[in-house]
């Protein structure tokens, strides 16, 4: 009855736009090139797939090129840090950086591994297109930067997922608060949302818009399968239906973010 | 009330012979060894697993002779193309072609990837029992010749799936209708069709046969799992149980097989 | 109406055992570092997830022991044999036998393997708390010994599965009848178990205990699921939303353990 209010009006164009960017997906279905850990490779697939993009997943140095020349978007996720992933991630990133193609870091776990933590130092350097991860990860590769100042000063977007989810380019912040507490009871849960960023940013120009999009529609995915299973395994089978079945309606009627 | 027509007649035959091959999986247990890549490892053991057969999936070039010589069949994947895995086929190769049992190629993904491409011809020309791929895999190794060419050609069966599937050894040709859109969105789906062909050619000297039969009852889960579950993550899940479940009156009433 | 049984306490105790580690796994959130095989990576994630733990699964031996320090046990599964996955095991095991923490063998399949045999037989040297292995691979491993003479020769426990499980110490004894036969027909249920040892041993000091109970649990969140699901696809999902919702009343009712 009341005349929309600055939050609520924002909320509908960000939930118009996370519609879509669903309908992008499903309709371009990019090329989503993805240099991940074994553990995460099969859901990580299985998440693109729902949404509509195409996963690869090559990680053999001598044909990584190959794929990243052919692919609409990169995802460098460190959950094994080896010398091959290494070999990998540097022919793919050469590839993309030429190209201009969009790239997203997932520094996973570099809190438990210092060397770990210094290669994501030295890619975050090396301008990807976002960054996503949880608090502790953050904390140790922004020392102790707030998340605008990382985003500036490393002219990227820094997406921290957790019970809420922030996301900044430096100027602009959305905060998301769809998501369900057993994202974080399935294995490769996060792993798996860098992957729909990369999709996302292939669809969308504008890499702000891209990320908020893409993390409102996993987290919406999260509340749906939430409420229709109450059970770790079942969890991670309804994620996937929901993304796959996701509509403008429900995006619009579930969408809890702000910016 | 007519007198079966020709295209009747081999339809129930084919259906009938699909039949036997599940009894004979269930029964003989057949051991499959797996190069394949790691995305679609867990998904293809349970397809075999589901089926009856006994997979095992180590590529580790020290042990993979011992793995391919206690095996009744082999699948080649090239999901991933690296020195490991190329040290691995070699040995399970050796092994397997010196002992003539039935190995299976799947050159996942030629048309993206030039050395890949040329490994999966070197490997085409080591006389594989059968070849399963899609079209744009199919042009890329067959170089413009016809299936019935190549397969004539190679000595081999070659499997072209996907809307609908042929099979052919040169000689014999045969079409297949089953199958679900679903399947194309589920990772590893082709991957673990191939190995479930591995398992057919273990229990079924005539290849042309073997391979006929394992993609109807790949393609009929297909179809029962599309039929329960029209979404991502649990179609999945559902051509698992279908294969589990197979009997003999769902296969005959569902097969879509002509020759 | 009877005064209960020898047997009958013993089952009620180690029910109530049981039903207290699970407790306790949910509210300490061990860390357990899994050095196992691709194949069996997510669904062993997936388990410990659901018990409560927090898994760990590089292997990559540049931070290997990064994650061995600041995990509370570590699983070392030999699904697949390869050098790189010595080197981690050599590192993370340095690691943890120097801080005396908990470690589980699992020398999956060194039936199929003789390298790899020869490989488990060096590292049951190393005082493992518990190796848990199947039938046959036990025979390869203790050269025709009895379990209870093989875990008092190794200062270790013995936890053979199977139809039925045996744990011994060397001078205590348990069995455990719970369990479904779809355990065996979905990929990676074995190491998955082995991991939940791992799980348990972190928060148990009684070793022996700690085995029978992960076991037991194990067990029962099979027969739930098997009750639930009566083919392999499904029943896969439904033994984590067993482990994910099992209580002291189900764990009590549902126990066949005796010592």
Known sequence: MHAPNGDHSDRAHLADHAADLVERLRARRPRVHCITNA????????????????????????????????????LVNLGTFDAERRDATEAALTQVVNERKPWVLDPVLIDRSPPRAAYARELSARRPSA??????????????????????????????????????????????????????????MGCAASALVAAALAVES??????????????????????????????GVHILDALFNLDRATIVARAKVTS
Do not use: C, W, Y
Request: proline letters at 4%; a negative charge; zero cysteines.
């Open 39 to 74: 553990v995460a490779q099969s859901f990580t697939a299985n998440v693109l797939l729902a949404a509509g993009a195409i996963p690869s997943m090559t990680i053999s140095p001598e044909e990584v090129a190959a794929f990243a020349a052919r692919a609409d978007a990169l």
């Open 131 to 188: 960054v996503r991860l949880n608090e502790a990860e953050f904390i140790t590769l922004a020392d102790a930067a707030p998340p605008e100042t990382f985003a500036m000063r490393h002219n990227t977007v820094a997406a921290l997922t957790g019970a809420s989810d922030v996301v900044t380019d430096g100027t602009r912040i959305a905060r998301i608060g769809n998501g369900h507490p057993l994202m974080g009871r399935v294995t490769a």
């Open 206 to 235: 504008d890499s702000f818009k891209a990320v908020v999009a893409a993390l409102l529609i996993f987290g919406i995915a999260g509340d749906i399968a939430g409420d229709a299973a109450k059970r770790q395994g079942s969890f």
